[in-house]
């Protein structure tokens, strides 16, 4: 059955499920700042509006905005009826508080996912979606709000499970994603180098050790995950990727470490744990931040 369906965000992965829910005969509307990318998306029949107005009657929005954006994206999702559900498919850690301290009468889902997507050099869009996607409740919101966005999503062809704890899906999540994203953009390449270069292997195989030790020592995640075992995995299903990391560095973006390895690093002085790998890898992306505005054109 077609739903009326709403993604805040038209970056790679907005644009991905926008394109890939309106395919599966759905009605999309897409909150997007850029109107080049408003205009991209009304050509491939999907709605795409700067008026937060214009979500009205959705019965789930993905949110798929940047995790320092989390709050901003707010005061737009206030103007739905709280029946409508928030899917947060984020990266980072405290999106979903963020959320529930701001919209306190809306349903929650959070989602971890390793769909892929980015536009290059050119403007052109790729997409890969072998990856899997996660879906969870988040704290007292009902279990079949995870099954709804579920059942979207796989309307769209897409690999979904839904569970019914959601922060060892999140902290799983976080814990590749201080290994992929960093690393790949500091190499300045897709996923699939990572596997290929052994230096680059050991460095985010340390890194998911360090991360997991953590989510352990914090009880978001059970002692059992297998770190290295589900790097190997993401990569190869992720080869072909580029990291949001990696794309903003690359494009002179602010990127989101903060909300990833910082928030880890964090984490792991609370605990009195060393993390010696995420501390550089947090250090060595700030100072290419820093080096790129830098090197920015009228800096």
């Not at 979903?96 to 869009?125: C, I, M, N, R, Y």
């Not at 996923?191 to 052994?198: H, W, Y």
């Not at 903060?258 to 010696?276: L, Q, S």
């Amino acid at each position: 059955m077609a739903e009326t369906i709403g993604i805040v965000g038209a970056g790679s992965l907005g644009t991905l499920l926008a394109l890939k829910l309106q395919k599966a005969g759905h009605t999309v509307t897409v909150l997007a700042r850029s109107p080049g990318r408003r205009e991209s998306l009304r050509r491939d029949g999907v709605h795409a509006e700067s008026d937060p107005a214009a979500l009205r009657g959705t019965t789930l929005v993905f949110l798929c905005v940047k995790s320092y954006d989390t709050a901003g994206a707010i005061p737009a999702l206030d103007l739905l009826e709280p029946v409508t559900c928030i899917c947060s498919l984020q990266n980072g850690w405290g999106n979903l508080e963020t959320l529930q301290s701001g919209l306190p009468k809306f349903p929650l889902v959070a989602g971890a996912t390793s769909l892929g997507a980015h536009f290059d050099e050119t403007g052109t869009f790729h997409a890969s979606t072998d990856g899997a996607t996660t879906l969870a409740p988040w704290e007292g919101t009902e279990f079949r709000w995870a099954e709804y966005a579920g059942t979207l999503l796989q309307s769209a062809s897409l690999r979904v499970e839904a569970v019914h704890v959601a922060r060892p899906v999140l902290w799983r999540k976080l814990v590749l994603n201080a290994a992929v994203n960093p690393v790949s953009a500091l190499a300045g390449a897709q996923n699939g180098a990572i596997l290929e270069s052994i230096a680059l292997r050991r460095i985010a195989e340390a890194a998911v050790q360090e991360a997991a030790r953590v989510g352990v020592l914090k009880g978001y995640m059970e002692p059992t995950f297998d770190p290295v075992t589900a790097l190997a995995r993401l990569l190869e299903e992720t080869r072909e990727n580029r990291s949001s990391m990696a794309q903003d560095l690359a494009r002179q973006r602010r990127t989101e470490i903060d909300a990833i390895v910082g928030t880890i690093v964090k984490a792991a002085h609370e605990e009195g744990e060393r993390v010696p790998v995420l501390e550089s890898l947090w250090t060595l992306i700030r100072v290419a931040e820093a080096a790129r505005v830098d090197e920015a054109p009228g800096a």
